[in-house]
């Protein structure tokens, strides 16, 4: 028996026709798209570097780049001495401070600048300028500069490769920020009111009607500034009264006692934190039971 296939219509035959061609075309076209070129990255001459630290409550923040010195002669050769500088390079660097700061001396708003410098073999001036968002320093007016000062450069005996921005010797109201760049190092007292931004904050937090107080950090914020000890004292008192068996607390309240001149009540302190570290299990003891002997050798 033979078997017959069965034969398409003419409009079926020419539609399949179609439909093949169309299917080829889209193949072709898939198969002969160039691939694209793969996006290249190549390593910045000077490399964007952002610094963000707190000092006290003050929020800092510096944007720059870093150049580095490649065998070259820096001051006096790449940057020319007694001539103004962007201070690192590409953008302009830029500074910001959340609250006023003061810079060897000179007050700075708070706010948002750019960093220029003219370097001196003996003395540098900083200028503090206002932000343009600029590439270099060609729109540098000096118009627009918010402060100048000056600072003492110091030569150090090993150099710095990349130019570096940074802020060390932290303390609760004051760092320096210092540039350091071949064997140069300008150093800028940096210093910022932490105890007149802080302690009405503290005040309000204190007499707000409802809400968790801050009594140990409160207290012990008071005492590292001697600021009101009695205040403090009642402070680091309500702590304890929450949370009688802190014994890391009743240390705080002998040094609060003893810096107000009661030495009695002070050893008392010690000897009862000391005490209770030795009963207590874990990291804290040996902590505790170190700082309490030395408190009480203090007093004695």
Known sequence: MKLSLPRL??????????????????????????????KLEFPAASPAATLKLRVGVTDIEIDYSRPSMRGRTIFGGLVPYDQRWRTGANNATRLSFSTPVSLNGVGVPAG????????????????????????GDYQYDAKNDVVRFKAKPVTTSTPTETFAIGLTELRDASAILYLAWETTRVPIKLEVDTVGILKPRIEAAMAAPSGKKP????????????????????????????????????????????????????????????????????????????????LIASLN
């Open 9 to 38: 219509a003419a409009g079926s035959v020419l539609a399949a026709s179609v439909a093949f061609a169309a299917l080829t075309s889209h193949a072709f076209s898939q198969s002969s798209t160039p691939t694209p070129a793969p």
């Open 215 to 294: 009594y140990a950090q409160a207290a012990m914020f008071y005492y590292e500034n001697n600021l009101e000890l009695p205040t403090a004292l009642k402070w680091i008192n309500a702590a304890l009264a929450e949370n009688p068996k802190a014994f890391w607390l009743i240390y705080r309240k002998g040094l609060i006692m003893g810096k107000m001149g009661d030495k009695k009540g002070a050893l008392e302190a010690a000897k009862q934190s000391l005490a209770m570290a030795n009963e207590a299990k874990g990291s804290m003891k040996d902590e505790y039971v170190r700082l309490n002997e030395a």
């Open 112 to 135: 948002t600048y750019e960093l220029f410098s003219i370097p001196g073999q003996t003395e540098w001036t900083i200028i503090i300028h206002k932000n343009m968002s600029q590439w």
